[in-house]
């Protein structure tokens, strides 16, 4: 199956879409006159939450039949979804989510917008355990080579509230910088609409300056992945595989594929 253009995107289907920036991502999906899909174990709750509009369907993340139908029939994929903070389930569903959606595609490329989090480069910390299975979602969904865009915002509302600006960077290389949820769920959607955001990882956060007015150049002016790199462009070196838990190094196995080079 061929990617869709972004003028073909229509129906995307949201993990972890009853989050606060999945609610975000659907509101804004929405406006431009899209169809989310919302993958919850709850649907009722998420009827309460989510906007008018928005499709829900009941399932989980651990049952591959429920997936699978979450995906029949759409576009694209978001993925905002996490486990709460401190519950320890980072494996599960942090990290469990990716390969559950591309087991799902079964080798369908649509466009798939990863939410992942600075700081999944660096050593060390309170967060690491957490930041860890992120990094290996990012790495599993690089090889696949499906057509992605993998976005690392960085803390929320972290007095961010005045800045206008969505300030997109790479490398992973600051540690704390506040950003507003808006900005990261336009970043998202764009991300998604943009040819020219494929096969780049960035961070985003909030800043003083001008809005975004020109996409497509923002995300063209990133560097893309190097095909072939489990990690981003300009990421520290990650763990060689054969030093990741078994569970990572099987998932590699099965769906790792040479991704073709992003267009600049």
Do not use: C
């Not at 320890?88 to 990290?95: E, F, L, R």
């Not at 369908?108 to 309170?126: D, E, F, K, N, Y």
């Not at 930041?131 to 696949?144: D, T, V």
């Amino acid at each position: 199956m061929t990617q869709p253009a972004p003028s073909d995107i229509n129906r995307v289907l949201l993990i972890g879409g009853t989050g606060s920036i999945g609610r975000l991502v659907a509101a804004r999906l929405l406006d431009l006159g899209r169809l989310p899909r919302v993958l919850t174990r709850d649907p009722a709750r998420a009827r309460r939450s989510l906007p008018a509009g928005v499709e829900v369907v009941a399932g989980e993340l651990a049952d591959p039949t429920a997936v699978r139908a979450a995906v029949a029939g759409v576009d694209a994929v978001v993925m905002t979804h996490g486990a709460p903070y401190g519950s320890g389930d980072y494996a599960a569903v942090d990290y469990g989510a990716v390969p559950a959606v591309l087991d799902a595609l079964d080798g369908h490329r649509l466009p798939v917008v990863l939410m992942s989090s600075i700081g999944v480069t660096a050593t060390g910390g309170q967060s690491r355990e957490l930041l860890e299975w992120k990094r290996r979602g990012e790495r599993l969904l690089r090889a696949s080579g499906l057509p992605y865009t993998i976005v690392r915002p960085g803390w929320f509302d972290a007095g961010s509230s005045s800045h206008q600006q969505v300030d997109l960077r790479q490398g992973d290389l600051t540690e704390y910088g506040p950003v507003r949820r808006d900005h990261v769920a336009e970043t998202i959607v764009q991300a998604l609409l943009t040819p020219s955001a494929r096969g780049r990882t960035v961070e985003v956060f909030s800043a003083d300056g001008p809005i975004i007015t020109d996409w497509a150049g923002a995300f063209l002016a990133a560097e893309p992945d190097r095909p072939g790199d489990l990690d981003g462009a300009r990421d520290r070196p990650g763990p060689r595989p054969e030093a990741e838990p078994e569970r990572v190094r099987t998932d590699l196995q099965r769906h790792a594929h040479i991704p073709p080079t992003p267009d600049i």
